[in-house]
């Protein structure tokens, strides 16, 4: 070999050990490159629990189990990417599970409800909650209420909240927590989270009427032609189960001069829950137009009024 040849193999040869040697000494990134401290909340540790699998602890120290344990709330119609219409007093119900107990029940929840608002935006939506939602629904946030033994009673998992202000937006979600002090995480929208805005105009309690052989009315005024001494026997129900409504009072009457006088010497009935308040007893009528009424409130104050006209044919 020629010893220009030989040079020129020395030179390319070295080279390549230069250029090996830069890029072993070429600093690689951290593993949280990128990030300001503030997105992430709940990467500060990892561990492997036997029965809940992956665990986190957030940086307000709290170990997150992110397997076999969960929460979330429960509302008639949640879900959609837009707040929730609620009365201003509302009830929500929350579930929690966990898989390490034989019953499925977690030890203790927790709630956090709170105005929807964050630096001036009021998140009324899917799009602002992922924008501002992490900001406000934090391990450390001083809202969160005490930890409370979880019930067994199904119909004691209910959350109420009242006097809203009417057009207000407010986020509430729940946690719960297993006898290893490990915390459910979860904080996606109308699931574990969920916006709501009060509204004092949206619900009325529903109110379904039987009368006998003149049958079955949901609504709000119906009129029958009846024959002179025609018995006139109506029974009611009344709920508030499309907005978790919980019906406080009824009463019903005959011929009122002012259905939203309670005073009125028409009414049968002072207000209550009784069997009786749901049932009319017998009448008839010989000649005329005769109302029944019927008053159904509810525990945010929402009333419905319904009124079943007769009038008698000779």
């Not at 020395?10 to 490159?33: I, N, Q, R």
């Not at 992110?66 to 929460?71: F, N, P, R, V, Y």
């Not at 939602?133 to 934090?138: A, C, D, E, P, R």
């Not at 029974?235 to 907005?243: R, V």
């Amino acid at each position: 070999m020629h010893a220009s040849a030989r040079q020129t193999c020395f030179l390319v040869f070295f080279a390549l050990l230069g250029l090996l040697a830069g890029c072993a000494d070429e600093p690689t990134a951290p593993a949280d490159a990128g990030t300001d401290g503030a997105g992430d909340r709940s990467a500060d540790i990892r561990a492997v629990d036997r029965t809940h699998g992956d665990l986190t602890v957030s940086g307000g120290g709290v170990i997150h189990a992110t397997e076999g344990l969960s929460a979330q709330v429960a509302f008639p119609g949640l879900g959609g990417t837009a707040a929730r219409h609620v009365p201003t007093t509302v009830n929500v119900g929350f579930e929690g599970f966990d898989s390490g107990t034989a019953g499925g029940l977690p030890a203790q929840y927790r709630y956090l409800f709170i105005p929807a608002v964050w630096q001036g935006t009021v998140i009324s939506n899917m799009y602002l909650y992922d924008l501002h939602g992490q900001h406000l629904i934090t391990d450390d946030n001083p809202a969160w209420s005490a930890w409370t033994d979880y019930p067994a009673d199904e119909a004691a998992r209910v959350l109420t909240f009242s006097g809203l202000a009417d057009g207000t937006y407010h986020l509430l979600t729940v946690q719960v927590r297993n006898g290893k002090g490990q915390v459910s995480e979860g904080t996606k929208y109308q699931v574990e989270v969920m916006n709501l805005v009060a509204r004092s105009d949206v619900y009325r309690p529903d109110v379904l009427t039987d009368g006998a052989d003149l049958g079955l009315s949901p609504a709000s005024v119906a009129e029958y032609t009846v024959s002179p001494g025609q018995a006139l026997s109506f029974s009611w129900t009344a709920s508030g189960s499309q907005y978790n409504g919980v019906i406080v009072s009824a009463r019903y009457g005959w011929d009122l001069a002012d259905v939203d006088d309670p005073a009125d010497p028409g009414w049968s009935i002072e207000p209550g829950l009784t069997p009786a308040h749901f049932a009319s007893p017998t009448r008839s009528f010989a000649s005329g137009t005769h109302s029944l009424w019927i008053r159904v409130v509810d525990d945010a104050g929402q009333v419905r009024t319904i009124e079943r006209r007769f009038t008698v044919a000779p």
